[in-house]
């Protein structure tokens, strides 16, 4: 037998016609977005995106590595400070400064990451607890940061204004390609890792650690990379986060947001990069949208209300977020541990090669 | 000078000795078996070999160069490779990944050139490839191409002590060290199994060590046999040597042993 494969096919992003039809599909339903969607959802749009790329960044680290990390919120921090600066304070071009800051964002997962050759479990989750929270004090702090006040994003020019090559970005929609962009790019960047040595190196620390020492793989060097490159993720997500939101405080990047970022990777599925993009988005959508005006649904918002009010706390539906998550969270931890990865694994079993 | 030497070599833990001064030569491309009862320290000195455990006292030696001390992955990267008493493999990957593992230290792909592997003809892609290609022939050999794309968890035993063969294989080892490789299988799939070390021997040109209970096998594939007892050298020697030493024979090789040791590795499976 002397059927010359091409192995090309096994790691390929358009593995088959199939899946290069649902990919451009999708691709012109983004691009297209903003035909149908009012600002608002432009808006709400724009911050899945940006938790898209660091959802995708953090589960390289959690579900791929096996670490863990309750401070991303700092290197999320780090990333919207830290382009805001370079671009106000030293004028540097915005495609730099977002760089840079991921970069520095980078430096400081390196850091945390030396720390977990030797702590596991809740020991690292205090470590990069202490981490995320040092960061936020830090930035509270210090007056060139804005201190408690916060600050204001400069406007978004992606060009060389000095150049006389301006570009500003003066609306969500324009940002919304800005950050489209970027995250495919940030995405399919991922997946491409995830398939290399690299990717098979973070797998072999997480299952079994020993082994892949034994295998020749250094285990301070992919576990301080593993931080190192998703901080850089959290980065740059952090910096696209400054300009959706135009205004930002250190509280912006509290505890709860590091742990709503663990909670979009568990329910999209750890391991996986498809899973973070899909957790990301739907608890970001359950976050901003369905469950802020869940109260104003007829009969059903009464119920909640007066349920919460019995139960919970006496002001109506102010942790109906939490509530809702931690179901949600029970559900797939029970259910199906994969998350929605997995649930699109059996979906995608049925409809395995629609429409040819 | 000798290919592989281990030389008196011994680690305790807290009290007690496990290993204690175990000197052995190695020949290039020779089969070299360790047997002792269960505890007697055979895996330990793997360890030892294989970095996971620091010797208190003793050197080991490949090729000239000293490995004692050196860190596992640095141990790996001079050419020692090894499978686990105790399969360990990468449960939650497919077989073909576990078995690219093994290439881990034969490739160069960073983070920058694995993120921009947009096609075909980046440097990063073509390496895969290249490596792919080598696995693909370990596939063929192990007859793994049934279970390639399969998630090793999933996987019977037998087919798992193979993966984990075929990995240790594809980091094209000088020297292989498998730990009790025949453990929990059938005979027929003994019978293959030495068939397999066999040709390891000949086409890949590796020195095995070899931890095994199964003296059918130990007779007649190695070339020289260490026997040691409670972390002690008993002797070391040709198979028909070491079958005659009467502290052999007394420390496990008696009839009732053997038998002993069988029933212990059919309730283990
Ligand atoms: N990490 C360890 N800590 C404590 N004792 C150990 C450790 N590893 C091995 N030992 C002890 O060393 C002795 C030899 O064990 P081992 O090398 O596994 O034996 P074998 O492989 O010959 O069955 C045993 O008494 C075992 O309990
Ligand atoms: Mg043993």
Redesign the interface.
Known sequence: MDMKRDYYEDIEVFSSGTVLFWSIALFVFLFTLPLYLSSYNIYLFNIILVHVILAVGLNILVGYTGQISLGHAGFFAIGAYGTALLMTHLGLPFFVSIIAAGLIAAFFGFIIGLPALRLEGPYLAIATLGFGLTIMHIIGRWDIFGGRMGIQAPPLDIGIPQWGLSALLDSDVKMYYLILVIAIVMVIGARNMMKTRIGRAFVAIRDDDIAAEVMGVNLLTFKTLSFAVSAFYAGVAGGLFGFVLGFFDPFTFNLILSIIFLVMIVVGGLGSVLGAVMGASLITYLQYDLLKNVDEMPYLGDALVWFSRKFFTVIGLENFNSIMLGLIMLGIVIFEPLGMFGIWIRIKKYWKTWPF | MAHFKVENIGISFGGIRAVQGVSFDVRQNSIFSIIGPNGSGKTTIFNMI???YKPDSGRVVLDGENLTGL???RI??RGV??T?QNI??????TV??NL??????H?????LS?????G?WTP??RE??RH??VV?HIVDFLDLQSVRDQFVSGLPYGKRKLVELG??LA?EPKILLLDEPSAGMNTEEKDDLRIWIKDIQEDYRVTILLIEHDMNMVMGISDRILAINQGLKIIEGTPAEVQKHPDVIAAYLGEEDIDAHDQEHRDMV
């Not at chain 2, 690219?100 to 230290?105: K, N, P, T, Y």
């Not at chain 2, 490739?107 to 983070?111: A, E, L, P, S």
């Not at chain 2, 694995?114 to 947009?118: K, R």
Request: net charge positive.
């Open positions: 294989s970095g996971i860190s596992p992955d790996a990267r490779a090894r686990f360990q493999l990468f449960g939650n990957a073909m990944d690219m593992l093994g290439r881990h230290i490739m160069k792909t960073g983070v694995g993120f921009f592997m947009l075909k990063c892609a895969e490839v792919r290609e693909e990995r240790a980091l």
